[in-house]
């Protein structure tokens, strides 16, 4: 699997504001989650990723783009979506004004996929995954990491009492 362009943001939820921006609430930022529960006693309400993926108008990939959700100890997606974009967009791309670094603007795809009643089964990692017919790209990744309540303590420097 190669790293394409794009990327993931991985988060609680979006809400779109009245002026069309988007808030993401609850990002989770440095690329970990540390959950300080046993794995069985986990469950997230929401778990959001917002998928953003760039490529070529004028020579585009495969025109089978889909996006795929992997979960910790998951061979198979957990969650498929298709990107669609509409023929004649293809090959209509603007020029830039700076021709040595772009010499075209890329086209971007976006999908942001809501999940609820979340349970990770074990650690490992959540991976954003974006398919151009056969080649493979790795948006984005976000480790989940249990620790169970009694470690959890200590390793934020809690001193736990004794008996």
Sequence with gaps: MDFGEGYAVFCDEVRREANGKDFYIGVYTGGDYIIHKKPEDF???YFTIIATAMFDP????DKVRELQIYFPGKDEPVVTFDFEVPEEAFGKAEKADDMSQFPHAPMVARASIGLSDVRFKESGFVRAVMQYGDKKFL?????????????????????????
Aim: charged residues 20%; without cysteine.
């Design 58 to 61: 004028i020579d585009p990939p």
């Design 139 to 163: 948006l984005g990744r976000l480790k989940i990491s249990f620790t169970p309540p009694e470690d959890a303590r200590s390793a934020v420097g809690h001193s736990v009492a004794e008996p």
């Design 43 to 45: 469950q997230t309400p």
